[in-house]
């Protein structure tokens, strides 16, 4: 079952400001916009069950508001999902949503390291002491260009610099692309070559693309709903705690593990 989080006691921790690992918050800072999945073993003694964050950049502050979109909660749940249901395709969908690193802090959960571990196309990366990170390889960013017959479930294209929310970019195209996007659909959303509008493209799975005609100019993409740019621009992440239940071969491996140390 997954469900938004509510009542959790230090999900971020209060004497450390900065979550995520240095230099994957510098990459999160950077043209790419790289997000990370933070996940959380939950607490001893309780059900076994998995809290996740994404960051768009580097970690809150204890205070700063949340930003919780339910439909956002809802698609990267069905993904922490598959991952701890061993199916791996669920790293393509980490890629649609711009997610390059997955981060287990300190103390990371033995159970859910074995887990991830296990996930094709997820490689361990520098982590600090007692936690544990994990990257994907490829092309990985919030806003790209794809050729005729390239998915946005793989990591490859042409990166297009992002700011937070809004993008301004030179592009150059020889033949028509497809520009994808790692946000939701909505009609707050345009764009435009040199002042013309572009055309949406059609999608199966709810995440904004746009079709990118051959030539060059400026590519601007842009949010009009003036509420939601400010949360976004504001704060610099899009943050989403949801508890997740570990479904029963994950639970048994934490019970082998405890086993083991007996």
Not at 192 to 210: C, I, K, M, Y
Not at 246 to 253: C, D, I, M, N
Request: aromatic content about 4%; charged content about 25%.
């Amino acid at each position: 079952a997954v469900g938004l989080g509510q009542g959790f006691s230090d999900p971020l921790e209060r004497d450390d400001p900065r979550l995520l690992p240095a230099y994957v918050a510098d990459e999160a800072a950077g043209p790419e916009r790289v997000r990370t999945l933070v996940l959380r073993g939950g607490e001893p003694g309780a059900a076994p069950s998995v809290r996740y964050t994404v960051l768009r950049a580097d970690s809150p502050r204890m205070g700063e508001a949340e930003v919780v979109d339910p439909e956002s909660s809802r698609l990267v749940g069905d993904v922490v999902q598959e991952m701890l249901a061993g199916r791996d395709a669920a790293t393509g969908r980490l890629v649609a949503y711009g997610i390059k690193y997955v981060y287990a802090p300190d103390p990371a959960d033995p159970a859910l390291v074995e887990t991830i571990d296990a996930r094709a196309g997820l490689v361990r990366a520098s982590a600090p002491d007692g936690g544990a990170v994990w990257r994907l390889d490829g092309t990985i960013a919030r806003v790209r260009l794809l050729e005729a017959g390239q998915s946005r479930q793989q990591p490859v294209g042409v990166v297009v610099p992002s700011g937070t929310v809004d993008v301004r970019a030179d592009v150059d195209s020889a033949a028509p692309q497809q520009v994808v996007v790692a946000e939701l659909d909505d009609v707050g959303w345009t764009a435009s070559l040199d002042g013309e509008p572009l055309p949406r493209s059609v999608t199966d799975d709810g995440l904004l693309a746009f079709d990118l005609p051959a030539g060059s100019g400026e590519l601007r993409i842009e949010h009009r709903d003036s509420a939601r740019a400010w949360l976004v621009a504001g704060q610099g992440l899009a943050l989403l705690i949801v508890t997740v239940l570990l479904l029963p071969s994950v639970g048994a491996r934490r019970d082998a593990l405890d086993g083991r140390h007996a």
